[in-house]
């Protein structure tokens, strides 16, 4: 089963509003991470927040963690058609295996 | 460059012909993974390696085999590929573990008819 899970599946908005993304996940994790997929693309690193940090930004992106609730959010602001892309979140299991597993991801369109 | 490179980027073939897609990266790494993605069904990990040597299945690894015989080098292996290994594959890797951040090739699109 995944052990991440964005929602919403999907997102519009227009350029310049902020984009928020979720992603659940279901065991205890060492940390979380954001990524970006340009449509057929290989995917691209955005941020990595450790399990023991809340908030953690980098430009335009913040990311929340909530260890209590299992969820991260990966807010956007003021997006750009350049931000037309799907985005995943991805977890390790903490004392489990090296595997990390990637939700189904968020599908984001920035309408110009 | 820094790079995850995959070869071949898009391959046609038949059911039962064995094929192999290459994966190499030129940064040192010592993790190294494959996964598939499909649509509805996000990114899946079908194996992963620590290192040279050191290899161990992922969520759905069955119908494929990998080795690491050098650290730069992860290839895929389809013995006997069935259509439901039609799918868009991605090799990745990173410093040392799975926790840390990913570098991804650009993909490789399989079909199998």
């Known amino acids: 089963s995944q052990q991440g899970e964005e929602d919403p599946q999907a997102l519009s908005i227009q350029e310049g509003e902020n984009a928020t993304m979720n992603c659940s996940y279901k065991?205890?994790?060492?940390?979380l991470q954001w990524y970006r997929q340009n449509s057929g693309r290989g995917l691209v690193h955005l941020i990595l927040?450790?399990?023991?940090?809340r908030e953690k930004h980098s430009g335009r992106l913040r990311v929340t963690l909530d260890t209590s609730k299992k969820s991260s959010s990966l807010l956007i602001t003021a997006s750009r058609a350049a931000d037309t892309a799907s985005y995943f979140c991805?977890?390790?299991?903490?004392?489990?295996?090296?595997?990390?597993?990637f939700g189904k991801g968020t599908k984001l369109t920035v309408n110009p | 460059e820094a790079q995850v490179t995959q070869n071949p980027r898009y391959l046609i073939t038949v059911t039962g012909k064995k094929l192999t897609v290459t994966c190499s990266q030129n940064?040192?790494?010592?993790?190294m993974s494959w996964y598939r993605q499909d649509p509805g069904l996000g990114l899946r990990q079908i194996y992963y390696?620590?290192?040279?040597?050191?290899?161990d299945k992922g969520d759905v690894p069955e119908g494929y085999k990998v080795s690491r015989k050098e650290k730069r080098n992860f290839p895929l292996i389809l013995e006997s590929p069935s259509p439901n290994q039609t799918s868009l594959y991605f090799c990745?890797?990173?410093?040392?573990?799975?926790?840390?951040?990913?570098?991804f090739g650009d993909g490789t699109r399989l079909s199998i008819l």
């Open positions: 390696s620590m290192n040279v040597e050191v290899t």
């Open positions: 940064m040192n790494h010592e993790y």
């Open positions: 991805a977890t390790d299991i903490r004392g489990g295996s090296e595997k990390l597993v």
């Open positions: 065991t205890s994790i060492n940390n």
């Open positions: 990745a890797s990173s410093l040392e573990q799975s926790n840390q951040p990913q570098h």
């Open positions: 927040i450790r399990s023991n940090e």
